[in-house]
């Protein structure tokens, strides 16, 4: 199973955080995101890791190592997978879909990976907040993956299914995952 923990910052797991007393004034292309992700944040911690309106590496590592003990506890076998912020897991034999979900969703938004997490990545990737659904229909286009002309409100109204591209050959369905990830290609460039 794979999953991308990371929820859009303000998604929920079904807790409502506390309201902050002194929320930051947040600036800059992710400003809203922050301070929506300050609002939602469970923990002390978390908003801290978010006041300065920066997710540090060390910040991120300590939500990644939170989320991962998390969900190792509960028998799941998990790695982080990639740099865009993905997951490989395998539930333990007898633990349905939902269950290993439902984890997910519970690990996520108590170990700040749903907030803190979430932004580093997305920020990690797309650094002034560009229009995903523009970028993404561009990288598509730049790897000869749909036709020209292909663009976001497409995109939007289609996305590309995945089948459709293991049909054509494998290496499509990979530079699609890689364009999904890295639409910029600011990832790859920092490997």
């Not at 992700?37 to 300590?62: I, K, M, P, Q």
């Not at 993956?145 to 299914?161: D, F, H, I």
């Amino acid at each position: 199973m794979s999953s991308c923990a990371s929820m859009p910052p303000g998604s929920s797991a079904g807790q409502q955080p506390r309201e902050p007393i002194n929320e930051p004034k947040f600036e800059g292309p992710w400003a809203a995101e922050f301070e929506d992700a300050y609002r939602t944040a469970l923990s002390e911690d978390h908003r801290r890791a978010l006041a300065d309106g920066v997710v540090s590496e060390a910040e991120f590592a300590e939500v990644q190592n939170d989320f991962l003990e998390c969900m190792r506890a509960t028998g799941i076998s998990i790695t982080a997978d990639n740099p865009g912020g993905g997951y490989d897991y395998t539930v333990p034999a007898g633990m349905g879909g939902d269950t290993s979900q439902e984890i997910d969703i519970r690990c996520a938004h108590e170990s700040g990976e749903s907030t803190v997490g979430a932004l580093y990545h997305a920020i990690g990737k797309n650094p002034e907040n560009l229009d995903e659904a523009k970028i993404l229909a561009q990288c598509l286009v730049d790897r000869g993956l749909v036709e020209k002309g292909y663009n976001a409100a497409r995109y939007n109204s289609q996305p590309v299914v995945y089948d459709d591209l293991i049909d054509q050959n494998i290496d499509n369905f990979k530079r699609t995952d890689e364009c999904i990830q890295d639409p910029l290609g600011i990832l790859a460039a920092r490997e």
